[in-house]
């Protein structure tokens, strides 16, 4: 009978994938280990976490870093509706609201263009949207601090991740990423269709 043989990349792909399975395996381990219990333990463990909600407990930590990984909340705070919202500004208005030498390359880039919109009119824009007192003074802030862009400003959901994340290696000894929360996820959480689910072993 002929064997299969794995091309190159059949077999790096498979290789990952162990890889990463074992180390998820190694992780959930651990978790075991910090409640004195056996990985067996953990759905009883990841429920009871989840029904009491002790902010202190590593695995309703790590459940919630996958919810806001899983639904990214809407950042309500007056720089995060400014990210979503902030438009191009005119130089003139950009001088009006704030001081001159913070104008530079990088801002004049990617904030200020001969049709952009004042930012008193961005400003009442905003408010009106959101219910809370933007002024032309904030947006001016959120430029001079971001000045390559929205896109460089994190979320309060992603602040609160890094924290979480932090949070749970220093109590349990676990780094705790993406694609971590993604296998915990599927196996524990079930916010991903069943199809979709990761491979674990128990």
Not at 37 to 54: E, G, K, N, P, Y
Not at 128 to 146: E, R, V
Request: glycine share 6%; proline share 6%; aromatic share 10%.
């Amino acid at each position: 009978m002929r064997k299969h043989r794995f091309g190159e990349n059949q077999y790096r792909e498979f290789a990952t994938g162990v890889g990463v399975r074992i180390g998820f395996n190694r992780k959930m381990g651990q978790l075991a280990a910090h409640y004195g219990r056996s990985i067996f333990h953990l759905s009883q463990l990841v429920d009871q976490a989840i029904s009491t909600a002790d902010p202190a407990d590593p695995l309703y930590m790590i459940s919630t870093y996958c919810r806001l990984l899983d639904t990214h909340p809407e950042d309500t705070t007056i720089d995060g509706i400014i990210a979503a919202e902030v438009m191009h500004t005119t130089e003139r208005s950009f001088r009006r609201h704030g001081d001159v030498n913070c104008l530079s390359p990088a801002i004049r880039t990617a904030y200020i263009r001969p049709d952009g919109t004042p930012l008193d009119v961005q400003a009442m824009y905003m408010t009106d949207i959101s219910g809370q007192d933007i002024t032309p003074d904030d947006i001016f802030s959120f430029m001079t601090t971001y000045e390559r862009g929205p896109g460089h400003y994190t979320p309060a959901w992603q602040h609160e991740t890094n924290r979480l994340a932090l949070q749970v290696r220093d109590t349990t000894g676990v780094n705790i990423t993406p694609d971590f929360a993604a296998r915990f996820s599927a196996h524990f959480l079930q916010l991903v269709p069943e199809a979709n689910r990761a491979e674990v072993p128990f």
